[in-house]
């Protein structure tokens, strides 16, 4: 959440970052709500201040031996001001809520490197990697894993509705084999691997920025209320939450696969078939607390790490670095990491890497300690990488002509073969 006077002594780049967004959020709501609680402060002190004048007036009379009668009339005042400002302090914390409320709808402060533009379209090319093949007639993933008989979604609509689906035997083992390659390469890269809650409270999703402006994309339980997950960069970045981390601890550096679930508000209509977009998926999640200073190399750092699982797969994906009208609310940088997909011939997301600089922090209350003193920490996250878009990519960059599917080299250990066919 952003603070008040952090937004005021940063007002111009506050203002340039909402334009560029595109952003539809009102300064002049935070303003009014700031200075109805700065008014009623002063009204607040100067009645305190007639208080504490009110005792010694008291205590003076008492004190002198003087007229009781007056006292006890100053008394009567005394106790009328004692309950205005217990009124004004319940409605200074009133107006103090709903500015706090007001400020979890603002977006992060965009990174002055982000490219203005107004969608995907505008996102420059930072980098690619690997020749894209060119199947002839490349059938698409769905198709691929439905003649090896490894994908049912007939069955998952009839159990769990549209958007979900059964990976069946060497699909399920080689989604299992995807996800231990990427635990044992981020481990490597210095991760340690944690185990998160697949339910979060409330307050876990105001922290990472899901809630409140997104409520709608989130599956709820009601009572008691909890919320799934819709990726492990909930979990593991409120691991610290309202905590100081030591100088000396930093960079910490969190490696989490999970399960992840989302109702994909909006996106009707959008890749229905096969496992693109799902309301449940599985993703290897990267995730670094830094220091300010260290955080845009953290990035590049964590960007890399996402991309030696593909290097390694020999998948070719190419780096976009996501212009003001398309990165997300809570980011102030956005690598997407696009993988190439032979049957649409064209690069698809399959990871974001984000620094959100302090925004996640100030709503989690984490900081760390530095020389006596207290500054919040930068957070970043990626998927390194969303499981089930890898394993489409590896399907139909992998696939050949008589309805197989080779295995990349890397992920034959895990399997103890080197070629996926129909009917095996």
């Known amino acids: 959440m952003m603070d008040y006077s952090f937004v005021d002594k940063n007002r111009n780049r506050v203002i340039n970052s909402l334009k560029a967004r595109g952003d539809q959020f009102q300064l002049k709501d935070i303003d009014h709500l700031n200075q109805k609680r700065k008014d009623l402060q002063k009204k607040h002190d100067d ?18 031996k003087g007229d009781a009668n007056v006292a006890e009339k100053l008394k009567s005042q005394s106790t009328a001001l004692k309950a205005e400002i217990q009124a004004l302090a ?9 500015l706090n409320e007001k400020l979890l709808y603002m977006p992060n402060v965009l990174h002055e490197s982000v490219t203005s533009g107004n969608s995907d379209a505008d996102n420059p090319i930072v980098r690619s990697w690997g020749t ?30 549209s958007r979900f689906s059964y990976l069946l035997g060497w699909g399920a083992r080689l989604e299992r084999a995807l996800v231990n390659f990427m635990l044992d390469m981020h481990q490597k890269h210095g991760y340690t691997e944690i185990s998160s809650p697949f339910l979060v409270h409330k307050n ?24 799934l997950i819709p990726t492990a960069e909930v979990p593991v970045t409120n691991y610290y939450r309202e905590e100081f981390l030591q100088f000396s601890d930093l960079p910490k550096k969190f490696v989490c696969y999970s399960p992840c679930f989302r109702k994909e508000a909006g ?19 990267l995730v670094q607390f830094t220091t300010p200073e260290e955080s845009y190399q953290a990035l590049e750092e964590l960007t890399g790490h996402a991309e030696r699982i593909l290097q390694a797969l020999e998948l070719p994906y190419r780096i976009v670095s996501l212009c003001s009208g398309d990165i997300g609310f809570s980011s102030a940088k ?38 006596g003193k207290n500054d919040f920490v930068h957070t970043l996250n990626g998927s390194g990488l969303a499981v089930g878009r890898t394993l489409v990519a590896v399907l139909e960059n992998y696939q050949k002509e008589d309805g197989s599917v080779e295995i990349p080299k890397v992920l034959q250990k ?5 070629k996926l066919t129909p009917g095996m």
């Open 267 to 285: 996106s009707y209509g959008k890749d229905t078939k096969g496992l693109i977009r799902q309301h449940q998926f599985h993703k290897v999640e």
């Open 132 to 161: 894209p093949k060119d199947i002839q007639n490349a059938k698409d993933h769905d198709d691929v894993a439905q003649t090896l008989g490894i994908l049912d979604v007939e069955r998952s609509a009839k159990v769990s509705g």
């Open 204 to 227: 876990a999703m105001i922290g990472t920025g899901q809630l409140p402006k997104f409520k709608e994309d989130v599956f709820c339980i009601e009572q008691p209320e909890f919320y």
């Open 414 to 418: 895990y399997l103890d073969i080197s």
């Open 47 to 64: 009645e305190k201040s007639k208080l504490n004048d009110l005792s010694k007036e008291i205590g003076l009379i008492y004190q002198n």
């Open 334 to 371: 956005t690598y997407d990491i696009e993988v190439w997909l032979p049957s649409q011939k064209a690069y698809r997301e399959i990871s974001s890497c984000s620094n959100f600089e302090d925004f996640q922090a100030r709503r989690a209350g984490i900081k760390f300690k530095r020389d």
């Open 90 to 98: 319940e409605a200074m914390d009133k107006v103090h809520a709903e």
